[in-house]
């Protein structure tokens, strides 16, 4: 009787076809990023963004903050160091799918765009650094981690569709087809353009605010705070009003499950922002709730993307498999 070999860790870190060990990855480079925009917000917060005054040293003697430096130091350089986390979650999830490259081209695309986008978001960091907190520069530094947390979300998104046999049948091509369908499409598309705007135009309304990331003096837009939060509003209502069209549309045309739980999260997340962000703007912007603000908005741009991945898996034309030609009878 023989015995079967056991798999080897290079099958294991390695694999083939889409399993548990590449949902594994794809979660643990979502939750590092988005804890990354969490600790981000931390350092601006609480006037830490200079606590380590150069880059890519956090001094120009030591590659690490000092006891001499403080509070502001640490926070600083714990910031820098989560960049190693979320290196290695890239790093994870490519290995995850490159023997996939071809079979699911898309997987590799988005994982090779994550790890990429690491090493954009290192290098904006240090000119955001060596600009003194420049807010065009920060508001860059906060949309790439959108990006990255939203192309994570993807790779979350496919990789459970193709590896879970439950979630392929529920968010299975070909539910939604014909005018209902390119009206899905189109609303799905508008939603995750307008959450861009929101998220970017959120980034002009902080680099106005007093909330510069560091105590010293540092520059600030000088559009006016009023104008430029009621123009932050104008897209945050479009989408919101998109949103409510998609759930009532979700309803009407039958939508799956799936999708329609999705856009009522996104619906329950975009009220609760606008609710945090009408009291943080009439209470003059503290700490707290600026800070779960900033948290909403990471979840935004995942619940967007989400929405828009599902809407375009359960609306694209399903293939057909062809039946089995029958051959000669054979005796």
């Given at each position: 009787m023989t015995t079967q070999a056991p798999p080897r860790p290079?099958?294991?870190?390695?694999p083939t076809e889409p399993d548990g060990w590449v949902r594994a990855t794809a979660w643990f480079s979502l939750t590092a990023n988005a804890f990354l925009v969490l600790t981000g917000g931390l350092v601006r917060l609480t006037g830490s963004g200079l606590g380590c005054p150069t880059w890519p040293r956090c001094t120009d003697d030591s590659w690490t903050s000092t006891a001499e430096m403080g509070m502001h130091g640490a926070i600083e350089f714990g910031n820098r160091l989560l960049t190693f986390l979320v290196a290695l979650a890239a790093l994870l999830a490519f290995l995850a799918v490159v023997r996939q490259r071809r079979r699911h081209p898309d997987l590799f695309v988005l994982a090779l765009g994550i790890g990429l986008g690491v090493v954009v978001q290192a290098v904006v960091g240090g000119v955001t650094v060596r600009t003194g907190l420049n807010p065009w520069v920060v508001g860059v530094h906060f949309v790439l981690s959108a990006l990255m947390i939203a192309a994570a979300t993807v790779l979350v998104c496919r990789a459970r569709r193709l590896s879970l046999p439950a979630v392929a049948r529920t968010e299975r091509g070909g539910q939604v087809t014909g005018p209902a369908g390119r009206t899905l499409r189109s609303l799905a598309v508008v939603?995750?353009?307008?959450?861009?705007?929101?998220?970017?135009?959120?980034?002009?309304?902080?680099?106005?605010?007093?909330?510069?990331?560091?105590?010293?003096?540092?520059?600030?837009?000088?559009?006016?705070?009023?104008?430029?939060?009621?123009?932050?509003t104008a897209p945050a209502y479009l989408l919101l009003a998109g949103t409510v069209a998609a759930v009532v549309l979700g309803v009407r045309d039958g939508w799956p499950a799936p999708l329609r739980r999705l856009v009522l999260a996104l619906l329950v997340v975009l009220v609760l922002q606008a609710l945090v962000g009408y009291y943080q703007f009439f209470t003059g912007l503290p700490v707290a709730a600026v800070a779960l603000h900033l948290v909403g908005a990471a979840v935004l741009a995942a619940l967007a993307a989400a929405v828009v991945d599902t809407a375009l898996a359960v609306s694209r034309a399903e293939v057909a498999v062809p039946e089995p030609v029958a051959g000669p009878a054979v005796r």
């Open positions: 290079t099958s294991r870190l390695l939603l995750g353009v307008l959450t861009f705007v929101v998220i970017y135009v959120g980034t002009l309304v902080t680099g106005t605010g007093p909330h510069a990331g560091d105590s010293g003096e540092v520059a600030r837009h000088a559009f006016d705070p009023y104008w430029i939060t009621r123009f932050h």
